[in-house]
């Protein structure tokens, strides 16, 4: 780095909203020769984009699904083909968002990419997500729907039907992807959920085993295994359920031998750290040095609302890994922040926190 371009990040860092012509001025410089310059730190990674975002610390880069989830509870039993009395909720969703937030309570630098409506929708997620994670990432498309998950609910909370409005995130492309490119080449970490089409999810991919980056994959549902890419190898983390297994590999997990070959067949596909959960008993986690083992589940006495609690064990995963935790206490980690957020009525549990994390683990030991 120049002696110049050093000025330039030096004043930059004390003022990011500093102009190129005030740079000019400062310097004794022309305007087109500041630009030149700024453009060359750009592409150097040392500024990440609008405001000139100098890249101090590394950041989890999150990407895929950021959308309103809407729960419509039908309070008396269900009556088909007529009007049923019911109130609604809604809260900020969707697995990469709230991955993201989870990360940001836990204390990470965070980073969303995704794509929304300029509509209403999305000014609800950006005023409950803004605290927690970078949103100047995400690309609006005012043409475009925000993205939507509508639940009914009986009176016993058992999901009746299901609508997703998910279309807007096919405008994640890689092409969108390359506009970050500068951001994504120094990433502490890549989370892409499957919300993303399936050659963004390779692009990503190759672009972190090319820049030696971890990624972690996370499937949202069965219907989706088919986005994952062809060649799995380089592959860091995949947090995957028992159905969304048994569906990649057309097959049915009907005990613990079956369950832990599922683990050892991922593992032989080239991903290098496994997890597959499944409900009540527990998760199995593997990788080639440390082995396979069974974590048995919390037991979670009271459940206030499903929804989150996938999100909130790949959250701590991905977390505790960072951490440089072992598989095991990977695992727990995962276990406990799933039990925790099953007993909040919010998607992201409102008490998150590095110190609260580690004290709930210790506490379940």
Same mark, same amino acid.
């Given at each position: 780095?120049?002696?110049?371009?050093?000025?330039?990040?030096?004043?930059?860092?004390?003022?990011?909203?500093?102009?190129?012509?005030?740079?000019? @001025?400062?310097?004794?410089?022309?305007?087109?020769?500041?630009?030149?310059?700024?453009?060359?730190?750009?592409? !150097?990674?040392?500024?990440? /984009?609008?405001?000139?975002?100098?890249?101090?610390?590394?950041?989890?880069?999150?990407? /895929?699904?950021?959308?309103?989830?809407?729960?419509?509870?039908?309070?008396?039993?269900?009556?088909?083909?007529?009007?049923?009395?019911?109130?609604?909720?809604?809260?900020?969703?969707?697995?990469?968002?709230?991955? %993201?937030?989870?990360?940001?309570?836990?204390?990470?630098?965070?980073?969303?990419?995704? %794509?929304?409506?300029? +509509?209403? =929708?999305?000014?609800?997620?950006?005023?409950?997500?803004?605290?927690?994670?970078? &949103?100047?990432?995400? *690309?609006?498309?005012?043409?475009?729907?925000?993205?939507?998950?509508?639940?009914?609910?009986?009176?016993?909370?058992?999901?009746?039907?299901?609508?997703?409005?998910?279309?807007?995130?096919?405008?994640?492309?890689?092409?969108?992807?390359?506009?970050?490119?500068?951001?994504?080449?120094?990433?502490?970490?890549?989370?892409? +959920? &499957?919300?993303?089409?399936?050659?963004?999810?390779?692009?990503?991919?190759?672009?972190?085993?090319?820049?030696?980056?971890?990624?972690? *994959?996370?499937?949202?549902?069965? #219907?989706?295994?088919?986005?994952?890419?062809?060649?799995?190898?380089?592959?860091?983390?995949?947090?995957?359920?028992?159905? $969304?297994? $048994?569906?990649?590999?057309?097959?049915? *997990?009907?005990? +613990?031998?079956?369950?832990?070959?599922?683990?050892?067949?991922?593992?032989?596909?080239?991903?290098?750290?496994?997890?597959?959960?499944?409900?009540? !008993?527990?998760?199995?986690?593997?990788? !080639?040095? @440390?082995?396979?083992?069974?974590?048995?589940?919390? $037991?979670?006495?009271? *459940?206030? =609302?499903?929804?989150?609690?996938? +999100?909130?064990?790949?959250?701590?995963?991905?977390?505790?890994?960072? $951490?440089?935790? #072992?598989?095991?206490?990977?695992?727990?980690?995962?276990?406990?922040?799933?039990?925790?957020?099953?007993?909040?009525?919010?998607?992201?549990?409102?008490?998150?926190?590095?110190?609260?994390?580690?004290?709930?683990?210790?506490? /379940?030991?």
């Amino acid at each position: 780095m120049s002696e110049k371009e050093q000025l330039i990040l030096d004043l930059i860092r004390k003022n990011p909203y500093v102009s190129q012509q005030e740079l000019a @001025e400062i310097l004794g410089l022309s305007r087109p020769t500041i630009a030149n310059m700024i453009s060359g730190l750009m592409k !150097k990674g040392n500024i990440l /984009g609008r405001a000139y975002i100098l890249n101090e610390a590394q950041q989890v880069i999150c990407i /895929g699904g950021a959308n309103i989830d809407r729960k419509f509870h039908i309070k008396d039993k269900v009556q088909l083909g007529t009007s049923n009395p019911i109130y609604v909720t809604q809260n900020a969703g969707g697995v990469a968002r709230n991955i %993201a937030e989870n990360l940001g309570r836990l204390g990470l630098k965070v980073s969303l990419i995704s %794509a929304s409506g300029a +509509d209403k =929708d999305w000014s609800i997620i950006e005023d409950t997500s803004g605290l927690y994670m970078n &949103l100047e990432t995400v *690309i609006q498309f005012p043409e475009k729907s925000t993205g939507s998950y509508t639940a009914v609910l009986d009176s016993e909370g058992d999901l009746v039907i299901a609508l997703a409005d998910m279309d807007i995130y096919d405008a994640i492309t890689p092409d969108l992807l390359l506009k970050h490119e500068g951001l994504l080449s120094r990433a502490k970490c890549i989370m892409v +959920d &499957l919300n993303c089409p399936k050659e963004t999810v390779q692009f990503l991919c190759h672009f972190a085993k090319n820049h030696d980056i971890p990624i972690a *994959i996370i499937p949202v549902s069965s #219907p989706k295994m088919s986005r994952l890419p062809d060649d799995l190898n380089g592959v860091t983390w995949l947090i995957t359920n028992r159905d $969304e297994s $048994e569906t990649y590999f057309h097959t049915e *997990i009907r005990n +613990d031998d079956d369950w832990k070959n599922a683990v050892e067949k991922w593992l032989s596909n080239g991903v290098a750290n496994v997890i597959i959960t499944n409900g009540k !008993k527990g998760s199995m986690i593997g990788n !080639k040095e @440390e082995g396979i083992f069974h974590i048995p589940s919390v $037991e979670t006495k009271e *459940i206030l =609302d499903v929804t989150g609690a996938g +999100d909130a064990f790949s959250s701590a995963v991905i977390y505790s890994w960072l $951490e440089g935790k #072992p598989l095991i206490e990977i695992a727990r980690a995962g276990n406990i922040n799933a039990s925790k957020t099953l007993q909040s009525p919010y998607t992201v549990r409102q008490d998150l926190s590095a110190e609260q994390l580690l004290k709930d683990v210790e506490e /379940g030991s």
